[in-house]
């Protein structure tokens, strides 16, 4: 299945894809949640739809889509966990993953507007794949972790570098603003894509090719990152595990590029549609 939401910020309904066709579902009564996840809403929305198909509303053409899950527990992100990209940056290849969060209050919409922060001056694109954990995972083993997945969303990690870097402490304050955490525009199930460990992720600027690479150059894949994150922590129904960006980001260009008000950044994978932020300033409310 395909699952999207879609509707004013806050106010978003549940959606399903069929047959590239997008339906309203928020008959169906839950929100893509915690709680959706926890209670086996794949397989009970799977039924909804198969005993609703043909009575489904369609949602209208140039709808908002929101974010294509609710605001989860946490966003746990990687980082340096593609070998050109760590290279890129001057880093040294990591002996294991590098964690650090996201707040999820950056979430948003595909494709809303990324505004850049109040006196950020440095702000960068990171095209990832994204793995939405199905079920509560603790201590669970590589050979069993793809089992907790519930599907995988396209994810632009924005981050603010002079805020990453420069200003000590942890990375997160470099990625939390908000916008900084566009996801989807939809959700897909395993079944949807061919394979998870060899799909194509790009990104450009202005129309302008920055990231090209493939899953296949990931340092720590998906089920081995699901089971080494479910050692330190228990991850929730729900939850946002982003993987890693290949090299092309603003960052690592000599000398570095970084994005303006106006730019406007396109990105996709393979099987999980692609999304279009424009790039504005910061204006107090």
């Known amino acids: 299945m395909k699952l999207f939401r879609f509707g004013e910020p806050g106010q978003e309904k549940p959606g399903v894809i069929l047959n590239d066709v997008l339906y309203d579902v928020s008959a169906f009564g839950e929100d893509y949640n915690e709680g959706f996840f926890q209670h086996d809403g794949l397989n009970r929305l799977q039924t909804y739809v198969r005993e609703n198909e043909g009575n489904l509303p369609q949602v209208p053409e140039g709808v908002r889509l929101g974010s294509a899950i609710a605001r989860p527990s946490k966003i ?10 760590a290279r890129e940056t001057n880093a040294n290849i990591p002996r294991e993953p590098i964690i650090f969060f996201k707040a999820t209050t ?65 990375w997160v304050k470099g990625k939390s603003n908000d916008t900084f955490a566009p996801v989807g525009p939809f959700l897909a199930t395993a079944d949807e894509l061919s394979d998870i460990n060899n799909l194509r992720l790009w990104l450009t600027v202005n129309g302008e090719t920055m990231q090209d690479g493939s899953t296949a150059n990931l340092i720590f894949n998906v089920p081995f990152l699901v089971s080494y994150l479910s050692q330190f922590m228990t991850l929730l129904p729900g939850d946002l595990i982003s993987t890693g960006t290949p090299a092309g980001v603003g960052l690592g260009m000599n000398p ?12 996709g994978i393979e099987g999980l549609g692609t999304s279009r932020q424009t790039v504005r300033a910061y204006a107090q409310d």
């Open 256 to 267: 570095p590029v970084y994005l303006k008000p106006g730019d406007v950044v396109e990105l």
């Open 76 to 85: 746990v992100c990687i980082g340096l966990n593609y070998a050109d990209h």
């Open 106 to 170: 950056a979430l948003c919409g595909p494709n809303d507007d990324v505004i850049i922060p109040r006196d950020a001056e440095k702000l960068d694109w990171e095209v990832e794949l994204g793995v939405v954990i199905g079920k509560k995972a603790s201590y669970v083993s590589e050979a069993e972790a793809l089992h907790y997945v519930a599907g995988y969303v396209l994810h632009n990690d924005y981050s603010e570098r002079g805020f990453q870097l420069e200003r000590g402490g942890q």
